[in-house]
């Protein structure tokens, strides 16, 4: 049984993107700057930090829908861990997982760290 786990040992989200305007005369490389930064570490988390929540809910599409499943949003051992179950041949709705913003993001860079195992019949994703 396939039963692949994401596990993310840190996320950070950068919002408000502000890029310096450009013109044909005077080309130059944009520099970006942020209004302001927010960093989620789970080293030392038992819960999800302020500032995420679990997503739920079914998305509709083709070939798959996708539903976001709470009991598939874990915090241990240091690490987000976000896992699809294996096992889920011939569903027409994939078990799933999503963690989001409490805030709203216009613009950002993120940058995350995964650990992905070797173990055989898991299929690492990201």
Request: hydrophobic letters at 45%; charged letters at 10%; a neutral charge.
């Amino acid at each position: 049984m396939i039963n692949p786990t994401l596990p993310l040992a840190l996320l950070a989200i950068r919002g408000a993107l502000a890029l310096p305007a450009t013109t044909a005369s005077t080309p130059h490389l944009a520099r970006p700057s942020f209004a302001s930064t927010t960093t989620f570490d789970f080293a030392h988390a038992t819960a999800l930090p302020a500032g995420l929540s679990i997503d739920t809910g079914t998305v509709e599409g083709t070939p798959l829908a996708h539903s976001f499943d709470a009991a598939n949003v874990k915090v241990a051992d240091g690490f987000l861990q976000l896992k699809v179950p294996g096992g889920q041949q011939g569903r027409q709705c994939i078990s799933c997982a999503e963690v989001a913003t409490t805030f709203q993001v216009k613009y950002a860079s993120v940058r995350t760290y995964a650990v992905l195992t070797e173990v055989p019949g898991v299929c690492n994703g990201m």
